[in-house]
């Protein structure tokens, strides 16, 4: 299960703004993808492109054998069942129980029974982590209990490709990892292909199968995640290291002074490529590979420490890593998803 999205030559334009020009990527069917950025780069324009919910200027959206951007608007719709979208907030009806906030695509899309609907929404909700929470109201709730009611209603029609944006803005270090592990294991569980838009270079490092960076108008590199945390390309290396030296500024792009007044600054040697968060249960997900088999299949020699730890391995420049051991711990008085019983879990914190 799971579908390939094959994305070509993709421009997304707003008047005479071009967000982003030509972009060009396969992602794998039944894998993790995580889409990096600056702020304002149009990553959350990407997925809204991806559902059909923006029309692209030129360009490409392969999905089974179907240029999403030639389709009619009937058979958009129909193409449209194979998602489920997280977005950031939740985007949940603030009036409306957990519950019927969850049955809610299931009411308008479907023709199921109130019985066949119940059994849908109470297994989704114990999926990720919410039974007993049903009858709650969004205001009442925590901002990761609300990600991940969002995360349930985004489930219920059983989607191919899920897209996520932002899963851990608002949310601290331990629930951002518990968001993680459920995306792992519900990755193992469910198979379908993940495409997740985040800032969270801890969550980049450990989580996802491949790893995108959207900068100054086009795709700078996507790959496996080996690829660009070995990467020496100077953008990648600044973004996925959190670091100051390099070409992006504040305002995205530096300019030729900030860029000179950096000239002969020794960048600091890339930290070690932690190694991939496992499912709870020990059972691999399909996209799942050995640590270092890209690097070896490459000819390239991993940064030392390299797939020792789950540690991130990032150390100053903005970003601290370290392992830390969730033991036994509720996040957000639900146990985390996917994992009855599971009270062994890591996860890296920022
Ligand atoms: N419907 C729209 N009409 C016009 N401009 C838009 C529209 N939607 C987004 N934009 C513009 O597209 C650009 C990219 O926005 P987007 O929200 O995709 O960025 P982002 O990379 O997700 O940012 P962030 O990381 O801050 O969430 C912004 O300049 C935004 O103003």
Known sequence: MGVEIRVEGLTKRFGSQTIWNDVTLTLPAGEISVMLGP??????????????????????IWIEGRDLTRLREHDLYEVRKLF????????????????????????????????????????????????????????????????????ARALVLDPEILLIDEPDSGLDPVRTSYI??????????????????????????????????????????????????????PVVRQFLNAQTIGPIGMSEEKDADELAAESGQELPPLPPIPLQLKTSNGVPRRGERPPGEWC??????????????????????????????VAGAEADGATAAGAPGSADREGVLS
């Open 296 to 325: 070896r299949a490459n000819g390239v020699t991993p940064p030392p420490g390299s797939f020792e730890s789950h540690t991130a391995g990032l150390t100053g420049g903005g970003a601290q890593g370290g392992a830390a051991r």
């Open 180 to 233: 993680n592990q459920l995306f792992i294991d519900l990755n193992a569980q469910i198979d379908a292909t993940f495409l997740i838009v985040t800032h969270d270079i801890n969550s980049t490092r450990t989580v996802p199968d491949n790893i995108g960076l959207l900068y100054h108008k086009h795709l700078a590199m996507f790959g496996p995640r080996e690829m660009l945390l070995s990467s020496e390309e």
């Open 39 to 60: 702020s304002g780069t149009g990553k959350s324009v990407f997925l809204k492109t991806l559902v059909g919910l923006l029309k692209p200027d030129a360009g490409s």
């Open 84 to 151: 489920g979208v997280l977005f950031q907030d939740g985007a949940l009806f603030g009036s409306m129980t957990l519950y019927d906030n969850v049955a809610f695509p299931l009411r308008e899309h479907t023709k199921k029974s109130e019985s066949e609907i119940r059994n849908i929404v109470l297994e989704k909700m114990e999926l990720v982590g919410l039974q007993g929470a049903e009858n709650k109201l969004p205001g009442e709730i925590s901002g990761g209990m609300r990600k991940r009611a969002g995360l």
